[in-house]
């Protein structure tokens, strides 16, 4: 069993920039791929970005590919995503994901943080 906390969401204006973290507890020696997913009111979760254990290999959707950096850090069990330049598309909720590979999830997930783009 894994527990992931995410923090760090909240209101910015387009173009402006965002740091979300989760927190992970899980079983000594686990090696799990992490990613992020989000959900926008009224519409399906969607893959955002994923990272391997090492942080050797990351993956992103089209729609954040430049502008989002996905890193972990394994000593502290920690991961998180940088989002830069962002726009009112990006508005969702950002839920933190362990056990997947690359964009399909895993079985993990956290609550969700709330980010909202928007003058």
């Known amino acids: 069993q894994v527990h992931l906390v995410e923090s760090g969401g909240g209101l910015v204006q387009p173009g402006g920039s965002l740091r979300l973290s989760c927190a992970a507890e899980g079983p000594p020696g686990s090696r799990y791929v992490m990613g992020w997913f989000r959900q926008a009111q009224g519409k399906e979760r969607e893959f955002v970005a994923a990272i391997g254990w090492t942080g050797s290999n990351t993956y992103y959707s089209d729609s954040v590919k430049g502008r989002f950096t996905i890193f972990r850090d394994n000593v502290k069990s920690t991961m998180g995503l940088q989002m830069n330049s962002l726009e009112p598309e990006d508005t969702a909720v950002y839920y933190c994901?362990?056990?997947?590979?690359?964009?399909?999830?895993?079985?993990?997930w956290g609550q969700g943080t709330q980010v909202t783009v928007s003058s």
């Open positions: 994901n362990a056990g997947g590979l690359a964009s399909t999830p895993g079985d993990y």
